[in-house]
């Protein structure tokens, strides 16, 4: 009876009730948040990820010039229709290079985290010239105004600078040689072994950066280029077989 008067009289003064909410929740915050301080990092490491190249960086600058990302979101979310649909459910970890990150709220098109090699380059070309002709009920907008286009990467050195004041792990080799990294990934005929390397070390494996004319034209360096370039690396990071195996191994 004691403890239902107290509970009463809560009850009837608002501004006690207000305070003792408050400091209920500043306790359980406190809970929360206090670890955090001590840790050097929340997002577990995965095998595989790196920055991304000059060139994908650009095409993704693209992606975003465009608002792709009104549409498509780059997150697939642990529910088994999501997963059985699109692949493996999206790690911290795929993100954590991604300022800003494009997970997205809605989608109009499908989800695009698992994309990179779905497709050949030669369909990303007609789907950005005439979406229909590959996806009849699309609803997309063409992008053929970028199909020949000569990319702008005057600014590809401020772009990583500014990546790698945020934490992503540019090294100073990769600042200087930013334009010429660039420029070699679309022309499989050049020295592009160094900068395969420069990227494909901080991954911890080969095979994550891939060196082609993109847009099938290596005499040029396109805005379809870098974004053909950034989408076909979307999701490619990760070897999934190998994660799901020593996840399943776990839990044994």
């Known amino acids: 009876m004691s403890l239902f008067n107290k509970h009463s009289f809560l009850e009837k003064h608002s501004s006690i009730l207000t305070i003792g909410i408050l400091f209920v929740v500043a306790i359980g915050g406190l809970i929360e948040i206090a670890p955090l301080f001590y840790l050097k990092n929340t997002i577990e490491k995965v095998e595989g990820m790196r920055p991304y190249t000059p060139l994908e ?11 792709c990302y009104v549409c498509h979101s780059q997150m697939v979310r642990p529910l088994r229709d999501e ?27 499908p989800d695009l985290a698992r994309l990179g090699g779905k497709y050949a380059d030669t369909w990303h070309m007609d789907h950005m010239k005439d979406p229909r002709s590959v996806v009849p009920e699309s609803v997309m907008p063409p992008y053929a105004f970028m199909i020949g286009r000569p990319l ?26 930013a334009k ?18 420069r990227y494909e070390n901080l991954a911890g494996r080969e095979g994550s950066v891939a060196v082609r004319a ?11 280029d870098a974004l053909i370039a950034y989408m076909q690396m979307l999701g490619s990071l990760v070897d999934f077989d190998k994660y799901e195996a020593d996840d399943l191994h776990n839990r044994r």
């Open 214 to 224: 993109f847009d099938g034209d290596p005499e040029n360096v396109t805005e379809m």
């Open 152 to 177: 702008k990467f005057e600014n590809i050195e401020a772009d990583i600078k500014a990546m790698k004041a945020l934490g992503v792990p540019y090294t100073d080799e990769m600042v200087e040689f």
């Open 57 to 67: 960086l650009a095409g993704r600058n693209i992606y975003i010039r465009e608002g």
């Open 180 to 197: 010429s990294d660039l420029i070699v990934q679309t022309d499989p005929n050049s020295d592009w072994e160094e900068m395969v390397e």
């Open 83 to 109: 997963v059985e649909r699109y692949g493996h459910y999206s790690l911290a970890a795929e993100s954590m290079y991604d300022h800003p990150f494009q997970w997205g709220s809605k989608r109009t098109g």
